[in-house]
C-alpha cells in the first residue's frame, strides 16, 4: 500500500505542477506581448509533453502490475532466491546466471509472454533498467495479442 501512496502523490504533485505550467503560458499568451505569447505557446507544450509521459507511465506500471499478478495466480512467478550482497541488492554473478537462464527461456519461447517477463525481471535484477524495461513492453505487448 506504501507504493500507491507515494504513486498517488507524485501524481497529485506533478499534476499540480502541469496545471501551474500550463496555467502560466495561458497568462502569458493572454498578455499579447508577442514575446510573452511566444514564451507561453512554448510553456504550453511543456504540460502537453508532461501529460503524455505520465499517463504512458501509469499505463506501463498498470500493466506490469497485471501481467505480474496473472504470472503468479498461474504459479509461474520465478521463486528463485538470489544472494544479495551488503547492500541489500542482488548478487551481481548470480544476477548475470539468472539473467542468461532467462535469455535461453525467451529463446526457446519467443512468444510467450510470461519467459519475457521473467526476463524482465532477470535484467532488473542485473541492474540493466533500459532492457528490463524494453522486455516487460514485449511481455505486454505479447499478452495483449493473445488476450484481445
Known amino acids: 500500500?506504501?507504493?500507491?501512496?507515494?504513486?498517488?502523490?507524485?501524481?497529485?504533485?506533478?499534476?499540480?505542477?502541469?496545471?501551474?505550467?500550463?496555467?502560466?503560458?495561458?497568462?502569458?499568451v493572454r498578455s499579447g506581448d508577442p514575446a510573452a505569447v511566444a514564451l507561453g505557446l512554448a510553456l504550453l507544450v511543456v504540460p502537453a509533453i508532461g501529460?503524455?509521459?505520465?499517463?504512458?507511465?501509469?499505463?506501463?506500471g498498470a500493466a506490469?502490475?497485471?501481467?505480474?499478478?496473472q504470472l503468479a495466480a498461474s504459479g509461474r512467478w520465478p521463486d528463485e532466491e538470489l544472494p544479495v550482497a551488503?547492500?541489500?541488492?542482488?548478487?551481481?554473478?548470480?544476477?548475470?546466471a539468472l539473467f542468461e537462464s532467462r535469455q535461453?527461456?525467451?529463446?526457446?519461447?519467443?512468444?510467450d509472454w510470461a519467459a519475457w517477463f521473467?526476463?524482465?525481471?532477470?535484467?532488473?535484477?542485473?541492474?540493466?533498467r533500459r532492457r528490463a524495461r524494453?522486455?516487460?513492453?514485449?511481455a505486454i505487448a505479447l499478452h495483449?495479442?493473445?488476450h484481445p
Request: proline share 4%.
Open 1 to 28: 500500500m506504501r507504493v500507491r501512496s507515494t504513486i498517488v502523490v507524485l501524481v497529485a504533485v506533478t499534476a499540480f505542477y502541469l496545471v501551474t505550467i500550463g496555467w502560466r503560458g495561458v497568462v502569458a
Open 51 to 60: 501529460a503524455w509521459a505520465l499517463r504512458r507511465e501509469l499505463r506501463f
Open 64 to 69: 506490469t502490475q497485471r501481467l505480474g499478478t
Open 86 to 96: 551488503p547492500s541489500g541488492r542482488p548478487d551481481r554473478a548470480a544476477a548475470d
Open 104 to 111: 535461453a527461456e525467451v529463446t526457446a519461447a519467443p512468444t
Open 118 to 128: 521473467r526476463l524482465g525481471l532477470a535484467y532488473d535484477d542485473s541492474r540493466d
Open 134 to 138: 524494453e522486455a516487460m513492453q514485449r
Open 144 to 146: 495483449d495479442q493473445e
